[in-house]
C-alpha cells in the first residue's frame, strides 16, 4: 500500500517578514506522520492573491491533500476564502449553517454580528464546514484542499476536526541512534545500510553540542521488523 | 527604488517528517528584513532529487536570490550539490581551493581526510565559496542561488558571510499596536486605513491570551514617517 500525499501551504505577511515564527507547520508534519499520509512539500506565500491561487492550483493537483493555514479572520489582509473560491471558479457567498455557527457563537459572547465578522460566513459552494472548538468560525474543505486558520491553537483544534474525516495510511515509524561521532566518519557504513534497505529511510542529522560534533542517524518507515533489524546492524557496525 | 527580491528553500527529510523543527526560515526572514531583500516565497522539500532540481530553477527564474538549507554534509543523504549542479548543468567536481579548507580543518583536529569528508569539496565549476566559520566545509553561490548548511549553527555563519557580498534595498520598518479588541470590532477602521495609506502594508494578527481575545496590528513599509502618521491615525481611531 501506498500512503496518501498531502503539501502545507502557509500564508501569511507575518511569516515571510520574519515577525512570527510559524508552528503550524511542524505540528501538522507530526500528525500526517501519525495518520500515514506523507507530507511532501510545503510552500509559504504572502498575502498576495496571485501567489496564493497559483500555490494552491498546483498543490492540489500534485498531491493527494493540501492544508493552508492563514487568513480566514474578518480583516481586510483575510483573503484566503476569497483566493480557494477564485482557483476553484466556486462560487463565494455568506452560508446560512456557517453564518448559524458565528451567531451563536456571538449571542453567547453578547457581541453584534457585523459586515466584517459575516465575512467569515463566506464560504466556498460545495464545501464541506470544518468545525473551530476555539472561536466558531469554521474552517473549510474544498476538494481536497482543507483550509485552516493561522492562530496555532485554532489550527490545532481545526486539524483535530478534519483528520478523522481522511483516510490514512501506514503510520511511519522511526528509530534514532545519537553518536558522538563526526558525520565523515559514519558516511561510509550508513551508505552501506541506505543501499541494503533501500526500502527504509536512513537520515543522518548532525550536530554540535558544547563543541562536539555528533549526529542522530534516524530510519524510518513503515515495517517495524525491517526498521528493528536496519537498527540491530548499525548498531553493531558503528561498535566496531 | 524597487527591494531585490528573494525565496528560500528548505531541503530535508528531517523537516517534512516532523521530526525536526525548521529554525532558519525565521532567522534568513528576519535577517533579509534588515538588508531590504523581500522574502516572498519558501518551499520545503524532502531529500529528493527531482523535488530539489525542479523547486530552485523555478525559485531562480522567479526572484533575485535564492537561499537554500540543508544537504550539504558527507553522508549519502547529502545531495543538494549534485542536485544544484545539475539545476543548472555545472560540472561538479572536487575544487582546490574547497578541498585545502577542508584538509587545513581536518589537520588541526587530527582527522583523516577520506572519501567522504571529500564530497564537501565538491563544487560547481563558477560557484563562489560560501565560508563556514563553525566547521569549516564551505557553502557556496552559483548565479542568484546561495547553498548553505542545515545545522542552525552552521546556517547562520553562512548567511553573516554571504549577506555582505549582496546588494541590499531600503530596511521595512514596522511598527506594532497591541489592542485587546476581537478583530471583528476593529476590521472596519483598518481597511479604512489600509486603503488610505496604500504603499504600506496593514497586517492583522489576533491572538488569544488567557482567554481574551486580541490582535497585533502591525504597519510596514520602508518610509518611516508614512508608518509613524498612519499609526498616530490608528490609535486616535481606535481610542474612541
Chains 1, 2 share one sequence.
Do not use: W
Amino acid at each position: 500500500m501506498v500512503n496518501p500525499t498531502a503539501a502545507m501551504l502557509v500564508i501569511g505577511d507575518e511569516i515571510l517578514s520574519g515577525r512570527t515564527r510559524d508552528a503550524n507547520m511542524h505540528y501538522l508534519a507530526g500528525e500526517l506522520a501519525k495518520h500515514g499520509i506523507d507530507l511532501r512539500e510545503v510552500r509559504m506565500v504572502s498575502d498576495d492573491e496571485a501567489a496564493i491561487i497559483g500555490a494552491v492550483q498546483v498543490l492540489s493537483a500534485a498531491y493527494d491533500h493540501v492544508f493552508t493555514s492563514g487568513g480566514i479572520g474578518p480583516t481586510h489582509d483575510d483573503i484566503t476564502a476569497d483566493c480557494i473560491a477564485k482557483a476553484f471558479d466556486a462560487h463565494l457567498g455568506v452560508r446560512d449553517d456557517a453564518r448559524a455557527i458565528l451567531q451563536a457563537h456571538y449571542d453567547t459572547q453578547g457581541l453584534e454580528m457585523n459586515e466584517d465578522r459575516l465575512r467569515m460566513a463566506r464560504i466556498p459552494e460545495g464545501a464541506a464546514l470544518i468545525e473551530n472548538p476555539v472561536s466558531a468560525a469554521p474552517g473549510f474543505t474544498l476538494g481536497n484542499v482543507h483550509v485552516m486558520a493561522g492562530v496555532p491553537l485554532i489550527f490545532q483544534s481545526m486539524v483535530a476536526s478534519v483528520m478523522p474525516t481522511l483516510t490514512g495510511g501506514q503510520p511511519v515509524l522511526s528509530q534514532t541512534l545519537r553518536v558522538f561521532r563526526g558525520e565523515g566518519e559514519i558516511a561510509g557504513p550508513l551508505r552501506v545500510l541506505a543501499e541494503a534497505y533501500a526500502d527504509l529511510s536512513v537520515g543522518c542529522y548532525p550536530f554540535q553540542k558544547d563543541g562536539a560534533f555528533g549526529a542522530n542517524i534516524v530510519i524510518r518507515g513503515t515495517d517495524g521488523a525491517r526498521i528493528d533489524a536496519a537498527m540491530t546492524e548499525l548498531a553493531k557496525e558503528l561498535e566496531q
